[in-house]
């Protein structure tokens, strides 16, 4: 579109932004004002099973159902900006509709009657928009619903809104030109996470039951872990991604999946029951429908605090440290253990990835702006090799970095022969892995961080794309992978030390240009002292580290974990975040556990 033209990105924001809030101001005058206090409570304490087995006996209603929800997602639209496309009015008609159904029939209709459910901003849903964030597809209704909506439908469920999303849905903060920025919310001075992030705020806040995102690189794990709720990360061909949309149509080297979010393991089990194996008329996903397994007693757990591209920083290490306590108590075996190769896992993933300089990642950007925090990785492969390279060797020698320069010189353009080569790098990569860790140790799982910082400051994201490694790693080797909350921030334990201030001591240190970032003083967004140092002497690089990482700042952010598993065994995972979820035992997570957003 012409940068001067009247449908320039600003006024399709200005319309589109305009219909959602519409939209939301006739639902707010047509709820009944009983819904948006206590009398709601009951309804957005109860699981997806709950509502089903309550509307079963009669004794709610979908119509009461849905009105709860609808009025808590309107109270999380307006504290973190999550919502896009809002379907509040055909959501009560379907209520309305399943009511009448069950009142003739006194049969639900399937296992998700009732239920208010909602959609990353990806899936199609007949009749709106998909804009993915781009002011180039807005306009355009999607003429039938994604797979896994229809799937929804067919179920009784009701999706009442989709939900914000990453620009390129490539970075892990959760904004756009289009819709605009979407907050954490336990603090507005925080990233819900991207690029699932709109959902994982929304279902946070009770604002649905039940939602559904996609990841590539850490898109449902990282919101999961920013905002306190669980996700799965199914393997590859579990999932429908029929009327899925996404930004790289044609590219296979790295998988985007589906998958569900939820307040609780019983509502992920009954999403990935409920769409695992269904195939539309594209014959996708593999028709290998929910298989029970058979867990033994005993789990074999291995775990890492650091995958050594990044050291986590200590509220993330305290999560997984507690859960393999927790997990000792309860009796199943937790070994620690040392990733291979992590390193050459986000080589390979931005060489892959990278290998067109981004144009089709990009393509559909139009007039649109980029976001600062996508925009170092579309630009990085676009510089002129020498200077990217000179760059490379520059921050190697300057930080003394062997870990991150290597990053840097994978994103480049790429001809198909060499694309090959590094598709191959990739096949030996997982290969390796699996003997290596698998093979080698015989896990039934492993226990890692989800990131290596509990939030993110926002506007950060363009300087840390690295940390997005110990997640990226399982989209490489194509584990499925869940996200459990575990704990919260707590700056009394969580203050760094100079095992994380200084590379030289203790263990698990990566690029130390990404580490001093995070721990040191290389903090771009920090006001600068004028090189005066702390009052008592020290330089910034102290207490708080004067990086990004501050636990006094963080304090109250949700921290989770992720459980990985082998390929082919995404029911062993959600049965195996069953198990850590039991063991960690009531700690503040699941419905209603959300009281406030802070600073």
Partial sequence: MWPFSSHSYLDVARRKQTQRDDAIR??????????????????????????????????????????????????????TNCLTEVLFAEARAQAKALDAEFAQTGKVRGPLHGVPVTFKDTF?????????????????????????????????????????????????????????????????????????????????????????????????????????IYSLKPGWSRISMTGVQGTWPGFEGIRTVAGPMGRSVDDIELAARLVFGKQGTEYDPAPLPYRAPEMPKKLRFGFYLSDNFVKPSPACQRAVLETVEALRK???????????????????????????????????????????????????????????????????????????PGTMRAACEKPVVEYHRWVRQRDEYVRMFYREVWDKYQFDGILAPALALPGLPHGSVQYLSGLACIDLLHNVVESPVGTVPVTRVRPAEDALTAEWTDVRVGRGHGSPLVERLLYGNLNPLRPSDGGKGSKNGS???????????????????????????RRWEDEKVVEMMRVVDSALGPRDFGPLSWKAQGK
């Fill in 26 to 79: 006739v639902a707010r005058a047509d709820i009944p004002q009983e819904c948006f206090g206590a009398h709601a409570e009951p309804y957005l304490r109860a699981t997806a099973q709950e509502i089903v087995e309550r509307i079963s006996k009669g004794e709610w209603t979908a119509s009461e159902v849905l009105d709860a929800y609808i009025s808590r997602a309107i109270h999380a639209q307006d504290v």
């Fill in 124 to 228: 199609d849903i007949k009749g709106h928009d998909t804009t993915l964030g781009f002011s180039s597809h807005a306009d355009d209704p999607r003429p039938e619903d994604a797979l896994v909506v229809s799937l929804v439908r067919d179920a009784g469920g009701i999706p009442i809104c989709k939900t914000n999303l990453s620009q390129l849905i490539f970075f892990f903060e959760c904004s756009n030109p289009i819709w605009g920025r979407t907050l954490n919310p336990y603090s507005k001075s925080y990233s819900s996470g991207g690029t699932s992030g709109g959902e994982a705020a929304l279902l946070a806040m009770d604002g649905a039951v039940l939602g559904w995102g996609t990841d590539i690189g850490g898109s449902l794990r990282i919101p999961a872990s920013f905002c306190g």
């Fill in 330 to 404: 309860a009796g199943h075996e937790c070994v620690e253990f040392e990733l291979p190769e992590a390193k050459r896992a986000m080589e390979i993933f931005i060489g892959i990835t990278a290998a067109d300089k981004y144009k089709t990642l990009s393509a559909d950007l139009g007039n649109d702006p980029l976001e600062p925090g996508v925009t170092p990785l579309v630009v990085g492969p676009r510089l002129p090799g020498w200077f990217r390279n000179s760059v490379a060797w520059l921050l190697g020698k300057l930080y003394k970095d062997e870990v991150f």
């Fill in 539 to 565: 330089s910034s690089a102290s207490a708080s580290g004067g990086g990004f990482y501050n636990a006094e700042k963080m304090a109250g952010l949700p921290v989770g974990v992720q459980v990985v598993g």
